[in-house]
């Protein structure tokens, strides 16, 4: 596996970006205020603010500003809007960022004790017909007594942020709800001292009770959805233990590490660096970036990542990359950068949140002013009737449609494995209707295995291994491997080795020349040359006939099941390689793909992807090699594996991390239940407001049921949003060998494997 080389919506080499953490963001609105507000600042080019996550990307307008003071006039900026602004580094801990949360529900349990009391207070007055007048105010006053000490505590969440927005000149959603409770304890009290009939201190109480578990909830819900994506810091220790020159251990913070230091790494201890492990063995829990949850082997050579966990056996590990531009910030970043995009539907939900917005305080306003002109009711049911209108109009669930079924999808992918790099990718995967395939390190791992290995005998594998030690052509490491997997040692060769670039290895053992390489170095007679689609290596020992050694690039494992489930939905399968058409012909032959190209160069790859789009096809590539990038960036969607070329990862829009193909399958799944998901928020956002307005502006709801309804609706399409997580997803089946016939275990619909044999 390779790094990732993320290519950000925002940022580039000459206009960096700077993460801060937002608190208090509660709808739409305030992502608008904060962001224009900021983009107003002439050393920003460019903000964005993610409502869920809270994380805001800024772009710098030039690289050599005074970051210190830039960075200290955007949290300037956020706290004159009303809001708490950190920088992102500096925020509070994710147990301290949940005091909110903490807070929350204590107000909530007061509000809710509260009511309780009122409500007793409430029914003996409703009950009481004949009670008299001094009593009937007597329980007026009590229930005052709780009310207000209890709406000035259970009511501050509230408060304070349209406090902060109206000292902001701006309003937010919290405005019209302070202001609904303090008008109705405020109306209650005047009738209260005015000795009438009804006051609305249970409804105040109450309102303030339903709002607090809407916003609990919701936060709740919150968390949850943006889990995976929020906490990936986490798993960077803070901590390594470093080996000095003189092979003493101590321990250091992270930053101190530099390029080519040695850390260790003991057993049940997360690996706190990108690095080439250079002593010892053991085996590797790799999920947090393959997706895979099985761990795998890790052995001197190999390649470890930061935050993956080493499970077995303690390593020494050669510092490679250091905090900041490792594999994990990148998968950070990659992530960041799918959430804080724009993609059509968040575009779309913004424009109508924007409009929706100013209407509906119109709207308010024009109820007032008719119950006014047009009916006899006064002026208090009137106020009543407009602040219904105010909160129940709160465009909170239009402005959640999107952004979370975003965090839950990508926080899904990312567990499978697959990381999203274009805001819109998800929308355009769900539209496909054909799929290309590049064949070397796509369809098949790009990794040649020995194919003839059961034919050779163990020595002469012993020996060709021991000279191929020394090089690092493809053929010699794929051997190496081989000898490896059959427990084939390799010796020590006494004399010094040459390398003829191009042409092999040699070496004399025990006064014998020995050599490794192509037909013409190890001198391969005319009658042992035959025309093979293998690639070969050639040993060749004194006098004796020379070796041949097969090499061949392997299927991934499921590739087989893949093109046949992409098959079985009725999608156009191509097969365009640059390969040999002997070679490409067969990997189709296999994989039962009838359409296909051979050594296609990428322009005549372009020009067939050119073809299918003139015939209204939407195309997804999928590639890793440098000649697959111009068809990458010309397909209407594309994915990459994570050890593609880096040219080939900055064109695509997603990449896959494990070394099967099912995670193209489960991409796709994910992406049209997302859209499925999207369109329903949007129809259940859409119902509500046609339901629950003209409802709230004929007088039929007060204040207390339009917060039920307004904090019902935004948990309603959050919840909608997490069904995400509950659909069941292909996995394909492990591929067994009954009578020397291949079986493939193909998945149904309903993912129960179903066993069935076929000629491989």
Not at 24 to 43: N, V, Y
Not at 536 to 556: H, S
Not at 719 to 742: G, H, M, Q, W, Y
């Amino acid at each position: 596996m390779t790094a990732i080389k993320s290519q950000q919506t925002l940022g580039s080499k000459d206009a960096p970006l700077e993460h801060f953490l937002v608190e208090g963001l509660h709808c739409p609105s305030c992502i608008r205020e904060i962001e224009g507000a900021l983009q107003e600042i002439p050393t920003i080019k460019n903000a964005r603010l993610n409502l869920t996550t809270g994380r805001l990307a800024v772009e710098w307008a030039a690289k050599d500003i005074n970051r210190d003071a830039a960075n200290d006039q955007v949290i300037d900026t956020i706290k004159s809007l009303g809001f708490k602004g950190y920088m992102f580094k500096d925020s509070p801990t994710a147990a301290a960022g949940d005091k909110e949360g903490r807070w929350l529900l204590i107000c909530m349990a007061i509000a809710g004790f509260a009511m309780m009391n009122i409500m007793l207070l409430s029914i003996s007055n409703w009950a009481g017909s004949d009670m008299g007048d001094q009593t009937r105010v007597f329980f007026h006053w009590l229930s005052a007594l709780i009310a207000l000490p209890t709406a000035a505590v259970a009511g501050r969440p509230f408060y304070k942020s349209a406090w902060g927005a109206l000292k902001a000149r701006r309003l937010n959603m919290d405005v019209p709800i302070s202001l609904a409770v303090i008008l109705a304890l405020g109306m209650s009290i005047l009738q209260t001292i005015s000795h009438a009939q009804d006051t609305y201190y249970d409804a105040a109480i109450m309102l303030l009770f339903f709002l607090l578990i809407g916003r609990f909830l919701d936060r709740k819900m919150r968390n949850h959805a943006r889990s995976t994506a929020h906490n990936l810091m986490s798993y960077r220790p803070n901590k390594a233990t470093i080996v000095t020159g003189s092979g003493e251990t101590e321990s250091c913070i992270i930053e101190m590490l530099k390029t080519d230091m040695i850390v260790r790494v003991a057993p049940g201890e997360r690996i706190p660096v990108d690095g080439v492990i250079i002593r010892g063995i053991s085996e590797v829990d790799t999920s947090l970036v393959t997706g895979e949850t099985l761990p795998v082997k890790a052995q001197v050579e190999d390649k470890v990542f930061t935050g993956t966990m080493n499970i077995s056996g303690a390593i020494d590990i050669r510092v490679t990359a250091l905090s900041g531009k490792t594999l994990l910030d990148e998968i950070i970043g990659l992530m960041e950068t799918a959430e804080q995009g724009r993609a059509k539907y968040v575009r779309l939900a913004d424009k109508a949140a924007q409009i929706y917005a100013p209407a509906v305080h119109l709207l308010a306003l024009l109820t007032f002013v008719g119950w006014m002109v047009f009916s006899t009711v006064g002026w208090q049911p009137a106020l009543i009737t407009a602040i219904a209108v105010l909160i129940i109009t709160c465009p909170c669930a239009l402005g959640l449609a999107v952004p979370v079924v975003q965090i839950v999808a990508s926080s899904r992918l990312f567990k499978n494995g697959i990381l999203v790099k274009a805001a819109d990718g998800l929308e355009r995967l769900a539209e496909i209707d054909t799929i290309a395939f590049d064949k070397t390190g796509t369809l098949t791992l790009g990794q040649p295995g020995i194919a003839n290995g059961n034919d050779l005998d163990p020595k002469d594998m012993e020996l060709a291994a021991s000279l191929a030690k020394t090089s690092t052509h493809p053929l010699c490491r794929a051997l190496i491997v081989a000898c490896h997997e059959r427990d084939i040692p390799t010796i020590a060769i006494g004399s010094p080795l040459h390398e003829e670039p191009g042409m092999g290895l040699k070496a004399t053992l025990d006064g014998t020349e020995v050599r490794l390489g192509n037909r013409d170095w190890c001198h391969v007679p005319k009658d042992m040359q035959e025309n093979t689609r293998f690639s070969e290596l050639w040993l060749k020992v004194g006098d004796r006939a020379p070796v041949f050694f097969a090499f061949q690039d392997r299927l991934r494992k499921d590739a087989v099941q893949v093109i046949s489930w992409f098959q079985k939905k009725g999608f156009d399968i191509l097969l365009l390689s640059g390969d040999r058409p002997d070679v490409v012909a067969d990997v189709a032959g296999t994989l039962g793909i009838t359409d296909f190209m051979g050594a296609a160069k990428p322009q005549d790859k372009i020009d067939r992807l050119e073809d299918l789009k003139a015939q209204g096809r939407k195309i997804l590539m999928v590639g890793d090699g440098l000649n697959d990038a111009p068809a990458l960036a010309a397909a209407y969607v594309s994915i990459s594996p994570s050890t593609a070329a880096d040219v080939s990862q900055n064109a695509a829009d997603f990449i896959f991390q494990s070394q099967t193909l099912d995670s193209i399958v489960r991409a796709y799944q994910i992406s049209k239940s997302s859209r499925r998901l999207v369109f329903t928020n949007f129809a259940l956002a859409a119902i509500y407001n046609m339901i629950a307005v003209p409802f709230a502006a004929a007088g039929f709801l007060t204040p207390l049921i339009a917060a039920i309804a307004m904090s019902s609706s935004s948990i309603v399409v959050t919840l909608n949003a997490l069904r995400l997580n509950l659909i069941k997803l292909f996995v394909s089946a492990p591929v067994v060998v009954v009578e020397d016939t291949k079986a493939c275990c193909m998945p149904k619909e309903s993912q129960e494997p179903e066993k069935s044999c076929c000629k491989g």
